[in-house]
């Protein structure tokens, strides 16, 4: 592995471990070390069903194919995150114990049948078992005629070890998927005690399996493959039809992974591993339940008994850029407005929206839909637009990874309401965040809103975004090109102000970056900064490599994944790298080039290959100062954060920023 690289996978695992910190973390509320350990679960769950189900069909038909940075085949990587994922585990189910143990100073602690005291308690679990729970499982015997059941993802099932009268060993499976609704109990007499329904069930086996002894048992999961190809499953039907094909083929794609709670011996967890056709090395005891979304139901109870367990509320400021006594649209036309999430509400953006829908100016709006919320108030604006005779063009990418089925809902309410609506465009996925309304009275009048993050009203809670709003026509001539384009199924190749993949973004990123070399060279001042959740693109890697061996100063927010390794000799000296994971998900991407008079953009790329590369992105100028100057100010802003700040050194690893300033977050000084 070259040192001035890292691999992609290892530095995702890198990312999440950052976010376990935080369940560890003394300045992190109890109840959000909750939601940081389940985060961190879901976090992994994703990584094994998209990357190292990937990785792990590479291994089986590519085997001597390496990665391209790290210069690793694909065995040598999952090797290597399996001894990772282990240790990272091992601390989860630590950390989990000692909230566990903090709980127990509010009352509140998660039982085991066994460690129930009270036997009203337990008498009254047994009869709620046999009267609620019993005739919903289907318990079965593994044998030559009973083969081993289909495991779906994430599903839980509890394993048994049995001994027949004969004094046979025998594998007994019970699914649970009939009785989660109800899976955080509280105990009918002990309140604030709470038992799970796994464990319950895992406490009556002998009423299941009558005519055995149970010796042990386990809860187990398995979790599925998702990464599946829509070329794959085509067979001449409409692409929204394909789409959800594409759901339920996902649901039987291959196991890459088994978790069991301890109490089984080896040799039935080697068993079921045989049974999902994977080897033990995919195989990962847990101390700590296997599925953390219990902790929103604990999290409910103790909101209302003890809010200090969590954050301390803090509403959005109202932008300096906005008056909400006057009407969105003309004071877009009358200034550039830019919204950063979540410190400002999305209100104002929603606004302008709705004023759009009812406008009689607004001949048409046409949108780009990436992930938006379940009951989405830009799905219902641009419903009312419809329902008002305005032409409403809507792209919905249909492959945002896990948002299908909301988006293919979503999809069809709008060509009921008749929208016209398409669906990306083939080889491509479409992941620019665009609204383009388009005003007509004595001219036509464009009103581009360009953004970082999607339209969704939740996200814009907790996820950190920017959101132009601009009425300059050199821009919305830009943006309306882009949607000519994408309406006959091509992509953009020229533009003069906006980045535009995947082809002609990153030749516009290394001409800035260029001018920036060439100012080094001549022993000026040259600065690149770029704010971005991931870093992986080799060709953009060896660009900044070639800025900083030129002199150029490059500051870096990456929020995960970072192959570029800064502070080596010779190659990487002028980078700096820092992370931050706290309260709200860094998720704006900022690119910046030069510090007299700078180029500042926004953008909904990361600097990663897909999205350079395989999807459509867009980055928009700030040409206004105001807005400029604010964005730099936030920049600069993450770079003196010593309180949730890691710097990546060049060893590949992170280290939390700490000095003699003062106490210093990010998050909570936009709040203020």
């Not at 796994?198 to 009556?204: D, I, K, N, W, Y």
């Not at 001409?511 to 000026?524: F, P, S, T, V």
Request: with cysteine; proline share 3%.
């Amino acid at each position: 592995m070259k040192e001035y690289m890292d691999n992609r996978e290892l530095s995702w695992l890198k990312f999440n471990d950052r976010v376990l910190k935080q369940a560890n973390d003394n300045m992190v509320p109890l109840a959000e070390k909750m939601n940081f350990v389940s985060i961190y679960q879901t976090n992994l769950d994703e990584f094994f069903r998209v990357r190292l189900g990937f990785l792990y069909d590479q291994m089986l038909f590519y085997p001597a194919m390496i990665d391209n940075k790290s210069e690793m085949t694909a065995e040598e990587q999952l090797k290597a995150c399996f001894t990772k994922i282990r240790r990272l585990n091992h601390k989860k189910d630590s950390y989990y114990q000692k909230i566990m143990n903090e709980l127990l100073e509010y009352n509140v602690k998660l039982d085991t049948f066994d460690e129930i005291d009270n036997k009203d308690d337990k008498r009254l679990l047994e009869n709620y078992f046999e009267r609620e729970i019993l005739p919903l499982l289907s318990p079965l015997v593994v044998s030559k005629r009973t083969p081993f059941p289909f495991m779906n993802n994430g599903e839980l099932f509890i394993a048994a070890q049995l001994t027949s009268h004969k004094g046979k060993r025998k594998l007994g499976i019970v699914s649970l998927a009939n009785v989660m609704d109800e899976r955080l109990m509280e105990l009918p007499v002990t309140r604030s005690h709470y038992i799970l329904v796994e464990e319950l069930v895992a406490s009556q086996l002998s009423k299941l399996f009558k005519k055995y002894k149970v010796e042990k048992s386990s809860v187990i999961r398995c979790t599925r493959s998702a990464d599946i190809d829509e070329d794959d499953i085509i067979e001449g039907n409409s692409y929204r039809e394909i789409m959800e094909k594409l759901i339920k083929e996902r649901r039987h794609l291959h196991p890459v992974r088994l978790e069991y709670t301890e109490g089984l011996e080896d040799i039935e967890i080697s068993m079921i591993t045989k049974f999902l056709d994977l080897d033990e090395r995919q195989a990962f005891i847990s101390a700590s339940p296997l599925d953390f979304s219990f902790f929103g139901k604990l999290r409910d109870v103790l909101k209302i008994a003890h809010p200090e367990l969590f954050y301390t509320p803090l509403p959005p400021k109202k932008s300096p850029l906005v008056n909400d006594k006057k009407p969105m649209l003309e004071q877009v036309m009358n200034h550039d407005i830019m919204l950063a999430y979540p410190y400002n509400s999305m209100d104002s953006f929603l606004r302008m929206l709705d004023e759009a829908a009812v406008d009689e100016r607004v001949v048409s709006i046409k949108m780009t839909l990436y992930r938006v919320a379940k009951n989405s108030r830009v799905v219902n604006a641009l419903i009312k637009a419809a329902e008002n005779g305005k032409e409403v063009i809507v792209l919905v990418e249909l492959r945002a990874r896990f948002d299908e089925e909301n988006n293919i809902g979503q999809s069809k309410a709008l060509e009921k309401a008749g929208c016209t609506v398409i669906y990306g465009l083939e080889g491509y996925k479409v992941h620019s965040k665009l609204c383009l309304i388009t005003l007509k009275e004595d001219h036509i009048q464009y009103i581009s809103q360009i953004g970082t993050g999607n339209y969704n009203e939740k996200t814009s809670k907790f996820y950190t975004d920017l959101s132009l709003m601009t009425a300059r026509n050199e821009i919305g001539e830009e943006v309306n090109d882009i949607f000519t384009h994408l309406l006959q199924g091509e992509t953009e190749h020229h533009t003069n102000y906006l980045f535009v993949s995947p082809h002609c973004m990153l030749d516009h990123i290394f001409k800035k970056i260029d001018e920036q070399i060439a100012l080094a060279k001549e022993g000026k001042d040259a600065y690149v900064g770029f704010k971005c959740n991931s870093v992986t693109s080799k060709p953009m890697i060896e660009k900044l490599i070639e800025a900083s061996q030129a002199g150029v100063h490059i500051d870096m927010v990456v929020r995960g994944i970072c192959c570029i390794v800064p502070g080596v000799k010779d190659y990487t000296d002028h980078i700096r790298v820092i992370s931050i994971v706290g309260r709200y998900l860094e998720h704006s991407r900022i690119y910046i080039f030069g510090r007299t008079s700078p180029d500042v953009y926004i953008s909904s790329a990361d600097l990663m290959t897909r999205n350079l590369e395989r999807r459509v992105e867009v980055a928009a100028p700030l040409l206004d100062e105001r807005i400029r100057n604010q964005v730099i100010t936030m920049f600069n802003a993450y770079f003196k954060d010593n309180v949730k700040a890691c710097e990546l050194l060049s060893d590949r690893s992170y280290k939390r920023v700490k000095n003699k300033e003062p106490k210093f977050n990010v998050q909570e000084y936009f709040l203020k």
